[in-house]
């Protein structure tokens, strides 16, 4: 027998009926309404746009990103930016700290194969010893033979996530010293990321922590500046808050990924009125398995879409039934449906049931493919394949 | 450059120092004595087991528990049947529903394909259109010329759970007639699971939800019999009550699947006395990235662990340092370490620290690959790769 994952194939050209559930489903032409958003919202902020490839995993739609404006994509991990130097992407920057010999062997391997390519490698650092291992890997990666490259390194600074990062100011100065003094990295700037800002749901509190991140760059620049080092490139900010980095001057580059696909999370934020009004482009398809008096059973459980950020939201596309539902956790393989006002109407035996996922990233990370369709989720077609690529790797 | 996932097979015979990070491990050691325990409990308790293989989606294990005295497993969905057969596994009952015609075909070409190994499919139903769109698909394919086979069917009743199932009772026993009126169906009996029961902490309040199971089963078992149905086969219990099945009298076949890895969810419950102390064989292995005065951060997210069931729990192995730290939720690839007690010692920049995951399920389908070491996790080496072979098969 063979596997059935293979035969998705033959989807393309047909009615987005005949797509077997549970599925990823990619609508293509939400997709690209959100990249042309993103690409003209970036053109009038005169800010570069790097977006966090994390989310999709997909050397092609990072391709179509770059080919949109995207100056390159970041990765959090380096075998994603393997994966996705290995399908065509030469500009990545690994928004991450790496610290084990083998993994940064593996880094600098890397460093030098896309500058043959005439792309570029970038990664985060946090500590001393980050930086050591670096410079080590990348020198012995130059004694093998390689052709000679350079990585371009961000001091990670911690903006208010209390995750990664040194203390902004004079600690952050004194690591970008450190990887000064080697050939083989080059400062390159800081990542400040406040990702717990990206959820904060009124557009102020948003705001005002993204002010305090603006604060944090901006003296640790100035700092860095006086002591003669120059900071090319600030980088950072998420779908929540990216009108606020891309506003503040003080941000040089966006890494916003999210905004490509929406999910329901952000999507419950209250939106910022600068924001671009960026649409759901991911589904999970579903259908109707069993029903009972006072809920119906859909084949889309927590394997199918991550329930981090809080459960999916059911959708109706134009053309679709106006059942309102609202989804509870039935477990890894089934969601329980119900009524959204009491003894309202259920979906019947064999329905389908679109689902908003609560967090696109994690989503797309349980699945091999997404399945692209044009033309509407009623009535549209199957486009393409979409293959998550890096799905999986996180070494 | 070759994906990252392939050299895994290279650690074989190597330390388990050697494997890198954040990974899937799986103590081999403790998975064969916790398969020895389960073999023996259902021995005493002359019931037959059927462990699911939603948990591992590997054939590879599920051929192992056939070995060790399985009669054979369950699967959720009609892919993993498939994948796990072309695994040479031919005894497997989906504990689920399916409706959709094009499933239903290959449920049913899966049938008269196990049926040629002389191996067997079974099938939970739940409803008269599910009951007659099976036989409509057990027909086309045995009228397209393959092997004659005849498909067993179990009527899934609610118990508690509020997920599928009909009603005990008189609805149940008239879906059991219904699946009798089809020459390509056998009634098989009745599917009884309770989910929800397995996750109650008290060992008391487990054994009073399986009571009522056990008087819903009682009672329909006893009206199906009065009206000429034979109950070959009252089949349920999870990791969490199968003491309780087992013990009742009531139950054939117990399909309990987490004791093989057991995880920090299920390790949560109060252990009821009856119950085999199955002990931890998965496990995370991470390494911290980053460190800051107050926490630490180590490289496996929920993109690593599924966090459905809370977040994992830090292990210490034998030989490893005795730091008491809790995990907490840093995102889809990283995790924040705290000590457990305010100011205690925290892990330096690139130790490694061992996860037991809330969820195992959930966490298995992350992965494409379970490292397999034996001799301990300090301290042993790589015995073996297990491949998730249905990771993903959702369909």
């Known amino acids: 027998m063979k596997p059935p994952h293979e035969p998705l194939k033959k989807l393309v050209g047909h009615p987005v009926s005949a797509i077997d559930t549970p599925a990823l489903v990619l609508d293509l032409d939400a997709m690209q309404r959100n990249l042309g958003r993103m690409a003209e919202f970036a053109r009038k902020h005169?800010?570069?746009?790097?977006?966090?490839?994390?989310?999709?995993?997909?050397?092609?739609?990072?391709?179509?990103?770059?080919?949109?404006?995207?100056?390159?994509?970041?990765?959090?991990?380096?075998?994603e930016a393997e994966i996705l130097a290995a399908g065509g992407v030469h500009d990545i920057y690994i928004s991450n700290q790496v610290v084990a010999p083998a993994k940064l062997a593996r880094v600098a391997a890397l460093a030098h194969l896309l500058a043959a390519e005439r792309g570029q490698l970038a990664i985060a650092v946090d500590s001393g010893e980050g930086v050591t291992g670096l410079a080590q890997a990348m020198n012995a990666a130059r004694a093998s033979g390689a052709t000679p490259a350079v990585i371009a390194v961000f001091v990670e600074i911690d903006v208010g996530q209390g995750r990664c990062g040194v203390a902004p100011g004079a600690i952050a100065v004194a690591l970008a010293h450190e990887v000064r003094r080697h050939a083989a990295l080059r400062l390159a700037g800081l990542q400040a990321y406040h990702g717990k800002a990206q959820h904060l749901r009124s557009a102020r509190e948003r705001r005002e922590a993204i002010a305090g991140v603006v604060r944090d760059v901006q003296a640790t620049r100035a700092l860095m500046e006086a002591q003669g080092l120059k900071v090319e490139c600030v980088t950072g900010a998420g779908t929540g808050t990216l009108v606020c980095e891309a506003a503040s001057g003080a941000f040089n580059e966006l890494q916003a990924g999210s905004f490509?696909?929406?999910?329901?999370?952000?999507?419950?934020?209250?939106?910022?009125?600068?924001?671009?009004?960026?649409?759901?482009?991911?589904?999970?398809?579903?259908?109707?398995?069993?029903?009972?008096?006072?809920?119906?059973?859909?084949?889309?459980?927590?394997?199918?879409?991550?329930?981090?950020?809080?459960?999916p939201r059911v959708h109706l596309p134009e053309g679709a039934p106006r059942l309102a539902l609202t989804y509870h956790n039935g477990g890894d393989e089934h969601g329980i449906l119900r009524a959204a006002e009491p003894g309202g109407p259920l979906p019947r035996l064999g329905d389908t049931v679109w689902l908003i996922p609560?967090?696109?990233?994690?989503?797309?990370?349980?699945?091999?493919?997404?399945?692209?369709?044009?033309?509407?989720?009623?009535?549209?077609?199957?486009?393409?394949?979409?293959?998550?690529?890096?799905?999986?790797?996180?070494?």
Chains 1, 2 share one sequence.
């Not at 910022?272 to 889309?300: G, I, R, T, Y």
């Open 358 to 395: 609560g967090h696109c990233d994690p989503t797309v990370n349980l699945h091999d493919f997404m399945v692209g369709v044009r033309g509407g989720l009623a009535h549209g077609q199957v486009d393409r394949i979409v293959r998550v690529d890096a799905r999986g790797a996180a070494s």
């Open 46 to 79: 005169e800010v570069r746009w790097r977006p966090h490839a994390k989310m999709h995993k997909s050397a092609a739609i990072a391709r179509l990103q770059m080919q949109a404006g995207a100056c390159g994509v970041c990765v959090q991990k380096t075998a």
């Open 260 to 311: 490509l696909f929406m999910d329901a999370d952000y999507a419950a934020n209250e939106r910022d009125p600068a924001q671009p009004n960026f649409e759901h482009a991911l589904f999970v398809k579903s259908q109707v398995m069993s029903v009972a008096a006072d809920h119906a059973v859909c084949d889309a459980g927590h394997k199918s879409h991550a329930i981090d950020s809080g459960m």
